[in-house]
């Protein structure tokens, strides 16, 4: 099972999940559009990316069973990605009772280190990841991503 095609193939998927977050938030704070509208059009984003990419799965696949889930674990793995980096980029220890200011300053100086030690590493995993489960090792271009018939 190839989960995918090529580069483009994945950061088309990056891009699906990311860009849905991010239409999201356009949609509710700074349009200021009704809950029901923004998630309605950010939904219709996520459709439409999601149905690309599963079109890209089956060609990679050949096999509906074997698009569908390597369309999901293209959403998964992008997702799971995103929710660790958020993780480790907002999460901050409160200060300890009791516990004085300089000591403090040098434990959270010392996590800030550890956190970035484990994005580093978070990132190598899932670029290894991404790596090892791509056909083609290039891009092609968006428009090919994008079209909606082929011509041989």
């Not at 674990?73 to 004085?100: D, N, R, T």
């Not at 956190?115 to 978070?122: H, K, L, S, T």
């Amino acid at each position: 099972m190839v989960i995918f095609r090529d580069y483009t193939d994945v950061t088309m998927s990056a891009v699906g999940v990311i860009g849905t977050v991010t239409l999201l938030s356009i949609c509710t704070y700074a349009l200021k559009l009704p809950e029901v509208w923004a998630y309605f059009i950010s939904l219709i984003f996520f459709l439409t990316m999601f149905l690309f990419a599963l079109r890209m799965s089956y060609e990679s696949n050949s096999n509906c069973i074997f698009a569908i889930f390597s369309a999901l674990i293209k959403i998964v793995a992008v997702c799971g990605y995103i929710l660790v980096m958020l993780f480790l980029v907002f999460w901050i220890s409160p200060q300890k009772e009791g516990e004085p200011g300089p000591d403090f300053e040098m434990r959270r100086k010392r996590e800030a280190r550890e956190r970035n030690i484990m994005m580093a590493a978070a990132t190598a995993f899932f670029i290894w990841l991404i790596h090892s489960t791509t056909k083609y090792r290039g891009w092609t271009p968006v428009s090919y991503y994008f079209a909606l018939s082929r011509c041989n």
